[in-house]
């Protein structure tokens, strides 16, 4: 049996969600599997065709989104880390 090395306790979901890419308008459907304070793991056809950078909708129009990195890619599952909203992680960013 492998041993559990995931350090972060997983909400298993099974919604539908949207992948929305950086760098266009459209959304992409897709299945969040599960979810955790770290990252999510979601199943979509063509996991080579989602960008490395994302943001996870989790209504249709729902704006704007968490943004992820993803991390592993296996079969139709993607693994993604949180990556923090874009404003936070700007050098020239206000806090």
């Known amino acids: 049996m492998a041993r ?8 298993q979901s099974g919604t539908k969600a949207w992948i929305h890419f950086d760098d266009g ?5 897709c299945r969040l ?3 955790s304070s770290k ?6 056809d063509a996991p080579r065709d989602v960008a490395d ?3 996870l909708l989790l209504s249709r129009h729902a ?3 968490q943004r992820y990195r993803v991390k592993w890619r296996k079969g139709s ?5 949180f990556a923090g909203s874009p ?5 020239n960013a206000k806090r």
């Open 4 to 11: 559990e090395l995931r350090t972060a306790v997983r909400s």
């Open 25 to 29: 308008f459209s959304v992409r459907p």
């Open 33 to 35: 599997i599960d979810l």
């Open 39 to 44: 990252g999510v793991c979601i199943q979509v």
């Open 53 to 55: 950078n994302f943001r």
């Open 63 to 65: 704006a704007p989104g």
């Open 77 to 81: 599952e993607i693994g993604a880390e």
């Open 87 to 91: 404003r936070a992680s700007a050098p």
